[in-house]
Nanobody, 116 residues
Framework: QVQLVESGGGLVQAGGSLRLSCVAS????????MGWFRQAPGKEREFVSS???????YYADSVKGRFTISRDNAKNTVYLQMNSLKPEDTAVYSC??????????WGQGTQITVSS
C-alpha cells in the first residue's frame, strides 16, 4: 500500500509560479511511475505530467514549456514546478503512483487557483 500526500497548493496571480510536492509512503517509491493530474470544476480529470523510474518525463500539451516534473527517490517525493500560470490552470491537482500501465494510488489533491 502506498499513501500519497500533496502540498504546495494555493492562490497565485496569473504569470506566477508554484511548486507542488507529493510525498509517498512505502519503500518501493522508486519503482513507480509518478504522475500529476488535475480536475477543474465541471470538467473531467486530465493528465498533466508523469515521470518514470528511468527519469523519462511526459507532459500534456497545455503545460509543456511551463511545468516541470521531477522526483527525489531518496525523499520519496515527486515535484511539479509550475511557471507562467494561467487562470485555466485552476484546478485540484492530484498525484498518482502507477505500474504496469495503470494508476494504482492517488493523493487527496491540492487546490490551485490562478487569478487573472
Amino acid at each position: 500500500q502506498v499513501q500519497l500526500v500533496e502540498s504546495g497548493g494555493g492562490l497565485v496571480q496569473a504569470g506566477g509560479s508554484l511548486r507542488l510536492s507529493c510525498v509517498a509512503s512505502g519503500r518501493t517509491f522508486r519503482s513507480y511511475v509518478m504522475g500529476w493530474f488535475r480536475q477543474a470544476p465541471g470538467k473531467e480529470r486530465e493528465f498533466v505530467s508523469s515521470i518514470f523510474a528511468s527519469g523519462s518525463t511526459y507532459y500534456a500539451d497545455s503545460v509543456k514549456g511551463r511545468f516541470t516534473i521531477s522526483r527525489d527517490n531518496a525523499k520519496n517525493t515527486v515535484y511539479l514546478q509550475m511557471n507562467s500560470l494561467k487562470p485555466e490552470d485552476t484546478a485540484v491537482y492530484s498525484c498518482a503512483a502507477g505500474a504496469g500501465g495503470s494508476w494504482h494510488y492517488w493523493g487527496q489533491g491540492t487546490q490551485i487557483t490562478v487569478s487573472s
